[in-house]
C-alpha cells in the first residue's frame, strides 16, 4: 500500500524525518530549510486525515547527551510557520513526559521530541530506545531518505514494533520510486553521469551501473586516475595510485560489455588549487608538471553534451570538475544546463549525491530535471545495489531481518 492510500484519522503517528538542517553558527537560525519543506506533504497529510503527529530527527552529531547548538528546539518555531499550526517541543525524545505528551495530543496536533541522538542508543540500534519509541504511537512512517542506509533506532529498528502499521512518507516513497524507475526500467540510451573526487567512492556505483546503462560518463577528479593507468602525463592532478589497476578493469569491462565509456580527453589546468591560479587548457594525456587539472576541457564538455542529449535516462552523481571555484564550473555548468535541455525532450533525469544537487541548486535547475534526491549516502549505496536497512524493515512485516555487513 502506498503512504497516499492510508487514513490516518484518529492516529497517533510517529514519523522519522531528517530535519538534519545547517543552522547558523551564532544564531543558530537555520539557513537551508529544504530538508523541513522535504517532509511537509507528509505531515500535512496526516494532519489533513485527522492524525496526530509526533516527530522526530536528528541533528548534528552531538558526542553525548545534551548539547544546545544540536537541539531540536531551534526548529519549533520555523516549523510551526510552515505548518501554520503550533507545534509542541518535548524536551525527551522518550519516557514520562513523551509519553504524556503524545497521550494528550489532539487530532491534528503536531508534536516534535528532541533530537533523537542524544540517546547514543538510536545510532548503536538499541531494541530498548527503538522501543520506548514505538510506544509513542500506533502507526511509524519513515520519510527520512537520508539515513535509510543506517540500521538506527528510529530508522529501522523501530519498524519491527508497529508489523502492519507503518508506512513510507512521501518523500521516501518519491525516493525509492525515481531510484527503481532508472534501475529497473531505465528507457535506453541510459547514460550514468559519474563525476566527483575520487575513483575509490563511486566504484560500486559504477560496477553496478554497467549491467544496466549504454553509456558511462567520467569526470571530475577521478578522471585523472584512469588517465594515468593509461600511461598519460596528469602532472599534480588528483590521482589515487592504489585504484589505477581498478580504473583500467572498468575501461576492459565496459568494453566486453559493450557500454560506451566517455572519459574527458581535454582538460582546464592551473598551477594550484585556488581560484585564482594561473589557468590553461591541455589535452588531458599532457598535463605539465606542476600543474593540475581542476576542470574538463571544451571539448570534453562538447562530447558529452552530444551524449547527454541522445539520452532517454539520465543519472548524475559528482561534479564535473572543482565547481566550486567559479573559474572551474564550466564543466559542471554546462553538463548541467545539457541535463536540463534533455529533459525538455522527455528525458528523464535523476540528480543525486550531495555535491551534485549543490551544483544543480547553484545554478537554479533543481525544478527543472525529472527528480534531485535528498539523500548522499543513501543512495550510493542504493546505486551500489545494496538493500538499506531502513527500507527493509519497512517491507518487513514483522520480526527482524538485517542485512549481513
Ligand atoms: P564527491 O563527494 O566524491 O562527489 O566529490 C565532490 C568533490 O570533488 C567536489 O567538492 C569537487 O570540488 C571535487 N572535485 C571535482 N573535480 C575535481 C578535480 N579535478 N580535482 C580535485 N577535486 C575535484
Redesign the pocket.
Known sequence: MSFKDYNFAGKKVLVRVDFNVPLDKETLEITDDTRIKAALPTLNKIIADGGSVIVMSHLGRPKLGFEDKFSLKHIVSHLSDLLGKEVKFCKDSIGEEAQKMSNDLKKGEVMLLENLRFYKHETAGDLYFAEELSKLADFYVNDAFGTAHRAHASTTMVANFFSGNKSFGMLLENEINSLEKVLKNPKEPFTAII????VS??INVIENLMDKVTDIII??????TFIKAQGGNVGS??VEDNQMATALKIIEKAKAKGVNLHIPTD?VIANK?SNDAEIDECDIFEVPEGW????IGRNSIEQFKEVVMNSSTILW?????????EN?EKGTKSIAYSVVEATKNGCYSLIG????VAAINKYGLGKEVSYVSTGGGAMLEYLEGKQLPGVIAMNNPTGFELRED
Open positions: 563525476g566527483g573526487a575520487k567512492g563511486k569526470g571530475g577528479g577521478m578522471s585523472y592532478s588528483l582538460t588549487f593540475m587539472g581542476l576542470d552523481n559528482g561534479p564535473m570538475g572543482v565547481f566550486e571555484m572551474f549525491g550531495g555535491d551534485s
